[in-house]
């Protein structure tokens, strides 16, 4: 005999085994019971929630010869019947797969005969939501009045691509997705009738996982046993299948992080990666962990909201004292913004790595949460190197003597530059007003550098080639300006000077354009290559 899959062997055939939807299960069972029943339902909800499975009970409810508080007693012959899919009575259709006009016209032309058996003749309509629209508008007049023995019942998960002339006409039930506490009691209650040994840890992950489907969770479990057929099934073998992350993995990535140590942080990546653990997955769980170490921190009293163990919930405790909120904030949004890219990326690595460096780097971001962090990390190296003490009395921060005495001494002045280091700035004249902005930048990007070619002094002359920069050189700003970036550049101060072509100063003063020949030969006696050092 061939297997049977998990979520296939236990599909609830009555009410009462349905978990997770007690609004739908209880107001569908008042309406057999009152005999209240719709001419059309609309079943909306995630995959794995349940809605087939309800439709084909409530199928088979209405049809039952002798129902047992609003659910089918699955013993007469119409259960039965409709159990093994052979009732003439319930009609299943994939419109996924059944999507024209000419599938609907057939319903239409089907409705018209009475149920060789039973009461109602029951559609369900799978996937509905793929109908095209001249179906939609085929099934229209037949749903708004079908014949008094006639049930629709459509199934979607995408209900906003529904018409609302459709939606208008059905009796809306919107399935929740079921808790990770729900589906847990559930699949120990299986594994016991299957005489399975399963740990309650891997239990819980499992039941995580499945992301509020039951059926999903079934998938998974089902999986997990045939690869360790005959054994029990622990927390680290279903990690192993599932290639799934340990929360002490996590631990250790953020204390690495939070170190700013690359290093360390690319080698536990690329431990997970050998173990064959899924990127997309880790990257999931990973923003999964920081959101709950930031519920840990911003909130009190929070153990039903965290699903995780008092170990580990001690272990988020310890570390949420390590980081602020809004270095975890910026955690959480640097790899958000990952799991959407990285979800069709070739180079998944690659991604998780740069995001690893964004998080142990923060200078490489300019967000407000990315300067925040900078901010942090300044202040634990303060407070690792130099004590800072307040001081009662004056309300002022008290400095250590030796940083007293250095304060009071003038500020090092950097070195002047020498006529050699002129070459260099007409090396990179480009990248040095690339720092520049506005309409002085405009003029920058046409002016050449020079200096005095007899005297040979350290001063650079910027020489605009459009009388229009005169603007630029009555503002005194913009020559700080530029001497401030090449200082920067530099490590040496220089004296600066805005000039323009068409006053003829070159002719008076001698300038010429700073040539590596004029300076630096005549020095080292030797040829010279010059390369960019910026």
């Known amino acids: 005999?061939?297997?049977?899959?998990?979520?296939?062997?236990?599909?609830?055939?009555?009410?009462?085994?349905?978990?997770?939807?007690?609004?739908?299960?209880?107001?569908?069972?008042?309406?057999?019971?009152?005999?209240?029943?719709?001419?059309?339902y609309l079943f909306c909800g995630t995959r794995g929630t349940g809605k087939t499975t309800i439709a084909k009970i409530l199928a088979k409810t209405v049809n039952c010869e002798h129902p047992v508080d609003g659910s089918p007693c699955n013993e007469c012959e119409t259960c039965r019947a409709i159990s093994a899919g052979t009732s003439m009575n319930v009609i299943e259709i994939d419109a996924a797969s059944n999507n024209g006009v000419d599938n609907i016209r057939e319903i239409r032309e089907e409705v018209a005969y009475r149920p060789t058996q039973g009461r109602y003749k029951v559609y369900i309509i799978d996937e509905v939501h793929m109908l095209s629209v001249g179906a939609f508008n085929a099934l229209l007049k037949t749903l708004e009045e079908p014949p008094s023995y006639v049930i629709f019942i459509l199934a979607t998960t995408e209900a906003h691509k529904i018409p609302i002339t459709i939606l208008s006409r059905c009796q809306r039930y919107d399935f929740r997705r079921i808790t990770v506490d729900t589906i847990a009691a559930r699949l120990q209650e299986l594994m016991a009738e299957e005489k399975v040994d399963v740990q309650d840890k891997a239990i819980r992950y499992i039941a995580k996982a499945a992301d509020g489907s039951m059926r999903d969770a079934l998938s998974l479990l089902d999986q997990c046993i045939a690869f360790y057929l005959g054994e029990t099934l622990t927390y680290d073998k279903v990690l192993d299948v599932l290639g799934a992350v340990d929360t002490e993995v996590f631990s250790k990535l953020l204390r690495k992080v939070l170190e700013g140590n690359v290093t360390g942080a690319i080698q536990v990546l690329e431990?997970?990666?050998?173990?064959?653990?899924?990127?997309?997955?880790?990257?999931?769980?990973?923003?999964?962990?920081?959101?709950?170490?930031?519920?840990?921190?911003?909130?009190?009293?929070?153990e039903d909201v965290l699903d995780v163990s008092t170990e580990n919930r001690k272990l988020l405790e310890e570390e949420s004292r390590m980081v602020d909120s809004d270095t975890l904030m910026r955690y959480i949004r640097v790899f958000s913004e990952l799991s959407n890219q990285i979800r069709y990326a070739s180079q998944k690595r690659v991604l998780v790595e740069i995001a690893l460096i964004k998080l142990c780097r923060p200078a490489m971001e300019t967000n407000l949460d990315s300067v925040l962090d900078r901010i942090r990390i300044l202040e634990d190296k303060m407070e690792s190197g130099v004590p800072v003490q307040a001081s009662a009395s004056s309300g002022k921060e008290a400095l250590p003597q030796k940083q007293e005495e250095a304060e009071v001494k003038e500020p090092i002045k950097p070195p002047v530059a020498a006529p050699e280091d002129l070459q260099y700035i007409k090396q990179n004249w480009k990248s040095l007003i690339r720092e520049t902005s506005g309409l002085f930048y405009q003029m920058l990007q046409n002016s050449v550098p020079k200096y005095n070619g007899d005297t040979g002094e350290p001063k650079?002359?910027?020489?605009?080639?459009?009388?229009?920069?005169?603007?630029?050189?009555?503002?005194?700003?913009?020559?700080?300006?530029?001497?401030?970036?090449?200082?920067?550049?530099?490590?040496?101060?220089?004296?600066?000077?805005?000039?323009?072509?068409?006053?003829?100063?070159?002719?008076?003063?001698?300038?010429?354009e700073i040539s590596v020949d004029d300076i630096l030969k005549d020095?080292?006696?030797?040829?010279?290559?010059?390369?960019d050092d910026f």
């Open 271 to 302: 431990e997970l990666i050998t173990r064959g653990r899924d990127l997309g997955q880790f990257v999931s769980d990973f923003v999964w962990y920081m959101r709950n170490l930031l519920l840990v921190k911003t909130s009190e009293n929070i």
């Open 1 to 40: 005999m061939s297997y049977t899959a998990l979520y296939r062997k236990f599909r609830p055939d009555t009410f009462e085994d349905v978990k997770g939807q007690e609004h739908i299960v209880t107001t569908l069972k008042n309406q057999v019971k009152a005999d209240r029943i719709g001419h059309a």
């Open 523 to 531: 020095k080292i006696h030797m040829d010279v290559v010059i390369e």
């Open 460 to 512: 650079l002359y910027v020489e605009f080639q459009s009388y229009l920069a005169q603007a630029c050189i009555d503002n005194p700003e913009n020559a700080v300006t530029l001497s401030n970036i090449i200082q920067k550049k530099l490590g040496k101060s220089i004296e600066l000077e805005l000039i323009i072509k068409r006053d003829n100063k070159e002719a008076r003063t001698g300038l010429a």
